[in-house]
């Protein structure tokens, strides 16, 4: 006969021990019919099963001082997988009595229990096998398919409700020990049972009779007290209904008066409109009068300001034209000033032309002198150079005389235009100041 695989039974074995106590939480809870608290056996028995299958295979940790090996470093690592796990991670590390990871990792699950999410966490976990082989051994039963089962047999504890005092209980050095007894059932255990069953009936009816009859006696107390305060109220409003009709008699007597005195008022005002109208509309002919003299004399100083508007327009247009014929005189002053400047500048290119040729003159004079022979070629060729400085003073002479002329011609012009252009000006603003006025 082969032998089995002992890590395979260990599984095997937790994996009966969770069924049962799984399995016997919810029908205990189912039962009891109420939520369920830190001492009830199942819960309490349910809790040493789970901490042994977290514990299956785990890896021993090295520290400087000893080693260890906790279940919290798995639960710790669901925070990260699971969003939601951040608030029960953080509740556990702010427990004030925890001093050890398994105290934590206690208290985990508990939290998760009242939340309805341990099956939910610890799913998120199991996928993560390459997360879980940091913690767990190959063989373990979180890295099997045990592990998977167990988790879903957990989604049948969410139909319980439990209200866990984790804070001022000693999970650190709690002794994690699995009751069998629990889970063998003999004939005495189920007669036991059903008797228990018939017990709790019972209480539950006398708890539910008492209960009733505790309410009936405080609507019967409240229905006496009503109808005391009804009584009262009643004897108020007689008297009140009392007061009420000898003012209204005190009211209708005053109403009659007032009604009195309202018909004298209308009839001083229905006379006294019948006067206001007849000079209201007498007021109201002499308003229409006056009203169609007034729209005569605007429509008159309307067609006036037409025109004096018309009139201004035209003189603007008019000054426009003057100013553009000002611009182009200046511009052409500015053309001839310019003809001018290269005319002198020309004239003083001449003028250089004819000292260089006097320069010329005297220098060949100079030679002819110290030269005897080439008298009669000197001769001559100062006599050409003598020509043409005549040509060259005469040429200046016309061309400064023709330059004055020019000038002269120019100053003028512009001394006019502007005269004319001034007059033109202070006459327009004559007339358009005229016109403003």
Same mark, same amino acid.
């Given at each position: 006969?082969?032998?089995?695989?002992?890590?395979?039974?260990?599984?095997?074995?937790?994996?009966?021990?969770?069924?049962?106590?799984?399995?016997?939480?919810?029908?205990?809870?189912?039962?009891?019919?109420?939520?369920?608290?830190?001492?009830?056996?199942?819960?309490?028995?349910?809790?040493?099963?789970?901490?042994?299958?977290?514990?299956?295979?785990?890896?021993?940790?090295?520290?400087?001082?000893?080693?260890?090996?906790?279940?919290?470093?798995?639960?710790?690592?669901?925070?990260?997988?699971?969003?939601?796990?951040?608030?029960?991670?953080?509740?556990?590390?702010?427990?004030?009595?925890?001093?050890?990871?398994?105290?934590?990792?206690?208290?985990?699950?508990?939290?998760?229990?009242?939340?309805?999410?341990?099956?939910?966490?610890?799913?998120?976990?199991?996928?993560?096998?390459?997360?879980?082989?940091?913690?767990?051994?190959?063989?373990?039963?979180?890295?099997?398919?045990?592990?998977?089962?167990?988790?879903?047999?957990?989604?049948?504890?969410?139909? %319980?409700?439990?209200?866990?005092?984790?804070?001022?209980?000693?999970?650190?050095?709690?002794?994690?020990?699995?009751?069998?007894?629990?889970?063998?059932?003999?004939?005495?255990?189920?007669?036991?049972?059903?008797?228990?069953?018939?017990?709790?009936?019972?209480?539950?009816?006398?708890?539910?009779?008492?209960?009733?009859?505790?309410?009936?006696?405080?609507?019967?107390?409240?229905?006496?007290?009503?109808?005391?305060?009804?009584?009262?109220?009643?004897?108020?409003?007689?008297?009140?209904?009392?007061?009420?009709?000898?003012?209204?008699?005190?009211?209708?007597?005053?109403?009659?008066?007032?009604?009195?005195?309202?018909?004298?008022?209308?009839?001083?005002?229905?006379?006294?409109?019948?006067?206001?109208?007849?000079?209201?509309?007498?007021?109201?002919?002499?308003?229409?009068?006056?009203?169609?003299?007034?729209?005569?004399?605007?429509?008159?100083?309307?067609?006036?300001?037409?025109?004096?508007?018309?009139?201004?327009?035209?003189?603007?247009?008019?000054?426009?034209?003057?100013?553009?014929?000002?611009?182009? %005189?200046?511009?052409?002053?500015?053309?001839?000033?310019?003809?001018?400047?290269?005319?002198?500048?020309?004239?003083?290119?001449?003028?250089?032309?004819?000292?260089?040729?006097?320069?010329?003159?005297?220098?060949?004079?100079?030679?002819?002198?110290?030269?005897?022979?080439?008298?009669?070629?000197?001769?001559?060729?100062?006599?050409?150079?003598?020509?043409?400085?005549?040509?060259?003073?005469?040429?200046?002479?016309?061309?400064?005389?023709?330059?004055?002329?020019?000038?002269?011609?120019?100053?003028?012009?512009?001394?006019?235009?502007?005269?004319?252009?001034?007059?033109?000006?202070?006459?327009?603003?004559?007339?358009?100041?005229?016109?403003?006025?």
């Amino acid at each position: 006969m082969a032998t089995k695989d002992p890590t395979a039974v260990e599984r095997a074995n937790l994996l009966n021990m969770a069924k049962l106590s799984i399995k016997g939480l919810i029908e205990s809870a189912l039962s009891f019919g109420r939520t369920l608290d830190s001492d009830y056996p199942p819960l309490q028995q349910f809790f040493v099963v789970m901490e042994h299958c977290l514990k299956h295979g785990l890896k021993v940790r090295k520290s400087f001082l000893s080693y260890n090996k906790t279940i919290w470093g798995p639960l710790e690592l669901v925070e990260k997988l699971y969003p939601e796990a951040e608030e029960i991670g953080a509740s556990v590390r702010d427990l004030p009595g925890l001093k050890t990871p398994l105290g934590r990792a206690r208290a985990w699950l508990r939290l998760a229990l009242m939340q309805k999410k341990m099956a939910d966490y610890l799913r998120c976990l199991i996928i993560q096998r390459e997360l879980l082989s940091e913690f767990y051994e190959y063989h373990a039963l979180m890295m099997e398919e045990e592990g998977a089962v167990i988790v879903g047999l957990l989604v049948g504890l969410n139909v %319980i409700d439990a209200n866990l005092c984790v804070k001022g209980e000693d999970l650190d050095s709690q002794v994690g020990v699995i009751d069998f007894s629990m889970y063998l059932k003999n004939e005495e255990d189920v007669g036991n049972k059903e008797r228990n069953v018939q017990i709790a009936a019972i209480l539950d009816q006398k708890n539910y009779v008492e209960e009733l009859n505790r309410q009936l006696n405080s609507t019967v107390s409240s229905l006496h007290s009503r109808v005391d305060s009804l009584e009262k109220s009643n004897t108020k409003l007689i008297e009140e209904l009392a007061i009420a009709k000898n003012n209204i008699i005190k009211l209708q007597e005053e109403n009659h008066q007032l009604r009195n005195e309202n018909k004298l008022i209308l009839m001083k005002t229905q006379q006294h409109l019948e006067v206001t109208k007849v000079d209201v509309d007498a007021e109201l002919q002499t308003y229409k009068h006056s009203r169609q003299e007034l729209d005569e004399m605007y429509n008159e100083a309307r067609r006036q300001l037409r025109d004096e508007s018309q009139l201004r327009q035209d003189v603007e247009n008019e000054l426009a034209v003057q100013v553009s014929m000002k611009h182009e %005189i200046e511009l052409a002053m500015k053309l001839l000033e310019k003809d001018i400047h290269e005319k002198q500048d020309t004239l003083i290119g001449l003028r250089q032309q004819l000292e260089e040729v006097k320069a010329i003159n005297i220098e060949m004079y100079q030679k002819l002198q110290g030269s005897e022979d080439g008298l009669k070629e000197k001769n001559e060729i100062i006599a050409r150079l003598e020509e043409k400085t005549n040509k060259i003073t005469v040429a200046m002479r016309q061309l400064e005389q023709s330059d004055n002329d020019l000038l002269t011609q120019t100053r003028t012009i512009a001394m006019s235009l502007v005269k004319c252009a001034s007059s033109d000006t202070q006459d327009q603003y004559k007339l358009v100041k005229d016109i403003s006025f």
